[in-house]
């Protein structure tokens, strides 16, 4: 039991970092919002969501991510951040709960996409600059949600393989 809880931890851990360091390792600043920026962190979201699911691919997300804003100073964004890669990881985690199958995994990472391109939009309708700031991340959001998904969606063979290894999900009885 105690292994247990200290391989979830661990691997949580390191998910994080891995978060954190593909976010910063092709990063792309959007010149017309101060802060914003394209990233590819949202493939290493996608990915360890399915395998891991629940509060540690929850904590991962949003934490690993909002470290990459503090890093790059992006400050303003963290907050957004934080709910919104944490509701993307969610998302991925509860939609692939009970089925491992490609439709539903591909199906899970496209809503997830779509919560973060919509999340920062709101996000920065209100808080960052009103239509003009919205509209100018828009479209590289939604760029950065397909490479993602795309992505995400090639490595889904491995990422099945890894989920069934870890075994970190909860069993469930059919």
Known sequence: MMQDKTKKLTTTAVMTALVF???????????????????????????????????YAVFAAAVGSALADLTLGSVIYIPATLLIKGCMALIVGVVTLKSMSFGRYLLACVIAGLVMAFGYCTYEFFVIGGWAAAAA??????????????????????????????????????
Not at 137 to 152: E, K, L, R, S
């Open 21 to 55: 360091v593909v976010t910063l390792l092709i990063y792309i600043p959007v010149p017309a919002v101060k802060g914003a920026y394209f990233n590819i962190g949202d493939v290493i979201i996608y990915c360890l969501s399915f395998i891991l699911g629940g509060p």
């Open 137 to 174: 991340t828009f479209i590289p959001n939604m760029i950065q949600a397909g490479c993602g998904v795309a992505i995400a969606a090639a490595l889904y063979h491995p990422m099945r393989s890894l989920r069934s290894r870890f075994a970190l999900r909860p069993k469930l009885s059919c």
